[in-house]
């Protein structure tokens, strides 16, 4: 059976096309207000916001996070479990959330990396208190870093991260593990990520709400769909992200990209200009004819 596609609505098409959204009299509802702060780039609030809390366990105290055997691959298993619970505490409409939370984290890893400005928010400090504090950024002083005469600064490092390195600075062991093991999990077709992405936790996050989580099921991403139809844009953003931390352009996130705008076209109202085109068209046929 065909998978329904509903139509992106106003407030949809608003956040894509990159237009400021006012806040909505009467409407207390999470999503409205992440809409808004999305629209207005305050990338902060939503990670800070109650919703981002419950799925990143920011607030908890107990749980498997806090045992000293967490290692980072646990990271992925921990937070689907805790969004699956928010979406049956919450209902399928907290889809919409989770999505607006990785299309923040999604943005958030791209200001980073390369719009600037600074974005303060380390990634770590979305999750428990003691996650947090063993795999904040700590950088140690080692001996300066030789470069090759020529060589390009964003071939070492981008923005901030790079005068770390020139400076003769890196991160602390813990959290530089922590960098390579999702790192690892974001490399493709034997192509790997690019190993001096700063702060890759945020593309991690993303692609995990916004791809991983909902493709893992068929009637999750059926639910998902029906809940928020634009979580297709933003899926197909954070593979192109993704893709371009590779040394080479992967074939499966290609196909899985232009997968996703297919169902973002389903999405879109039609076209009055290719309509007028086919009539025009129809006209001219029924006239030579």
């Not at 928010?86 to 409409?93: D, H, L, M, R, T």
């Not at 040394?247 to 290719?274: E, R």
Request: net charge negative; charged share 20%; hydrophobic share 40%.
């Amino acid at each position: 059976m065909p998978q329904t596609i509903h139509s992106l609505s106003q407030t949809d098409r608003q956040l894509l096309l990159g237009q400021t959204i006012a806040p909505t009299a009467n409407d207390d509802s999470g999503s409205s207000s992440l809409f808004v702060a999305l629209s207005e780039g305050r990338y902060e609030d939503i990670l800070r916001s109650p919703a981002a809390k419950a799925i990143f366990g920011t607030d908890q105290e107990d749980g498997p996070a806090v045992d000293p055997s967490f290692t980072p691959s646990d990271l992925g298993p921990y937070v689907t479990d805790l969004v699956l619970s928010y979406i049956q505490a919450q209902g399928a409409s907290a889809w919409t959330e989770i999505t607006l939370i990785g299309a923040t984290c999604l943005s958030a890893f791209v200001q980073t990396n390369w719009t600037g400005p600074e974005f303060s928010l380390d990634p770590v400090g979305l999750l428990p208190r003691l996650l947090a504090e063993r795999w904040k950024e700590s950088f140690t002083t080692t001996a300066p870093l030789v470069l090759e005469e020529g060589m390009d600064k964003h071939e070492v490092g981008r923005r901030a991260y790079a005068a770390h390195v020139y400076l003769g600075v890196k991160q602390s062991e813990e959290r530089a593990q922590l960098d390579r093991v999702l790192l690892r999990q974001l490399s493709v077709d034997g192509e790997d990520a690019y190993s001096m992405a700063p702060r890759p936790m945020y593309l991690y996050l993303a692609r995990l709400l916004l791809v991983d989580i909902p493709n893992a099921d068929a009637d999750r991403l059926a639910e998902r769909d029906m809940a928020t139809p634009m979580a297709h844009w933003w899926s197909a953003r954070v593979l192109l992200i993704q893709q371009s931390l590779l040394d080479y352009p992967s074939q499966t996130l290609m196909d899985q990209i232009i997968g996703h705008f297919a169902k973002v076209k389903q999405s879109l109202p039609p076209s009055p200009a290719s309509d007028s085109a086919l009539q025009s068209a129809d006209t001219r046929d029924s006239a030579q004819t």
